[in-house]
């Protein structure tokens, strides 16, 4: 008989999941307590931009003209329990406020609800990025609290999704993960996956705490290859080198790779900054903080390159913001994404903002986000309106509407031909024959 799948929790990760596994074949069952968002989700809509997920929920949502009807959602526990032979939990693990530490009351809070219902055997399957040691503990909470005791067991999966590519990355993933304490759940995932292994997906199985690392261990070293290219931006500044040529040089070094090397104003989001901090906070709590010290660096690489970033905006407007009109283009964290949790875009035009600064953003998906954050703001509907009559343009969020906008166009309507560019990604020598004095991070001025 087919597997039933439940997926816990219908953010980002969990949408995206649920609607994935029901493109793979599988009935699923999608849980959240949000009603709004499950009305949401049950007419084929989804609570946040991700290119392709919400064509992809409507092909499966039962209820949809034309769709497989393969996928529905609810708020009860209940009714998850009794559909569900794998459940698969991608319920959010934010940063506690003022510690580093990973809060775990989501997770925790979704197995106790869950637990009481699970009558027969089942695989519980953490998606969720948790602290190391974490499924070892919940493994038995779950026993003690199911009615069907050890026939209930846990496998830990951790999620590697994109933003901008969730749907590519979960239907074709580049590895699967799997945490087990027994072959029964191996063979269910194997199950689960059968599709993407079939594909070439490699299938990875470890013990619980190694899958646990894995995720913080990849963002770890992602964050460090981005710091190490803005640290070398600043060297490159104070010694007029460019760090873009720099880059394109060591990339071409097989063992350092092209990736990752653009400098700009650090990164964002809702993933890599607090997954740090919280790797850090629990190599403390083990014992080995002094293995994670140079992470504390890397943070304050990132954080640096926000403030560098309005220093250097304050220059080009000559050295204060008062009476100025400074253009953001971007609020996002990333292109691809209306994700403005931690965005250095938004970081800074809020400080430009704070600092007097009339500041007028645009972004082609994370206006409405935006302003929830940041309400004093202005925003503007179009690249065009956000920089009329703008004494600085600045391009934060790497969009490619942005690296296609011309340079006549808006010096038409600017009151300064200026710009900054964080995210080293517009062409210098296209805006600079269009009359703009162009300045990017860790680039000669001219």
């Known amino acids: 008989m087919a597997l039933k799948i439940t997926v816990i929790g219908t953010g980002y990760l969990g949408a995206t999941h649920a609607a994935a596994m029901a493109e793979l074949g599988f009935e699923v069952l999608g849980l959240d307590v949000v009603p709004e968002k499950i009305e949401m989700l049950q007419r084929g809509e989804v609570p946040m931009y991700e290119p392709g997920l919400e064509e992809l929920l409507r092909r499966h949502v039962d209820g949809i003209e034309g769709a497989s009807g393969r996928l529905r959602f609810t708020t009860s526990y209940e009714e998850a329990g009794a559909f569900g032979d794998v459940h698969f939990v991608c319920v959010n693990t934010p940063q506690k406020h003022g510690e580093y530490a990973c809060d775990m009351s989501y997770v925790e809070s979704a197995f106790d609800a869950l637990a ?14 948790v602290p190391v040691g974490s499924a070892a503990r919940l493994a038995e909470r779950l026993a003690a609290a199911s009615p069907a005791g050890a026939q209930v067991e846990l496998a830990w999966n951790p999620e590697f999704l994109r933003e901008g590519f969730a749907v590519k990355d979960t239907l074709h993933p580049d590895r699967i993960v799997v945490g087990v304490a027994g072959e029964r759940g191996e063979e269910l995932l194997r199950e689960v996956y059968a599709t993407p292994i079939a594909e070439g997906s490699p299938f990875i199985v470890m013990d619980y705490p190694t899958s646990e690392l894995v995720k913080t261990s990849a963002n770890s070293f992602l964050a460090t290859k981005i710091s190490f290219i803005n640290a070398m931006a600043e060297v490159c500044e104070a010694a007029d080198g460019d760090v873009v040529k720099l880059a394109e040089a060591i990339g071409h070094d097989e063992r350092i790779g092209k990736k990752f090397l653009r400098a700009g104003i650090g990164f964002g989001g809702g993933c890599l900054p607090k997954d740090l901090r919280a790797f850090m906070a ?31 905006t304050r220059d080009a407007v000559g050295g204060g913001f008062l009476g100025k009109r400074v253009a953001v283009l971007g609020a996002t964290f990333k292109p691809d994404s209306d994700d403005v949790r931690d965005s250095p875009a938004l970081n800074v035009a809020g400080q430009i903002h704070l600092q007097g600064g009339q500041v007028t953003v645009y ?69 600079r024959k269009a009359g703009w004095t162009y300045r990017a991070l860790g680039r000669p001025k001219a």
């Open 116 to 129: 009481p219902h699970l009558t027969r055997p089942a695989l519980v399957v953490g998606k969720s990025t």
């Open 282 to 312: 629990r190599a403390g709590e083990l014992g080995a903080d002094q293995a994670l010290t140079f992470l504390r660096e890397i943070d304050s690489i990132n954080m640096r390159r926000r403030g560098h970033m309005v220093e250097l």
């Open 363 to 431: 972004d082609p998906k994370g206006m409405e986000n935006a302003r929830r954050v940041f309400p004093t703001l202005a925003y503007a509907d179009t690249a065009l309106d956000a920089v009329r009559g703008a004494d600085v343009v600045l391009h934060l969020t790497e969009w490619r509407e942005f690296r296609e906008l011309d340079p006549a166009a808006l010096g038409d309507v600017v009151a300064e031909r200026r710009i900054l560019d964080g995210r080293n990604a517009l062409d210098p020598q296209l805006w």
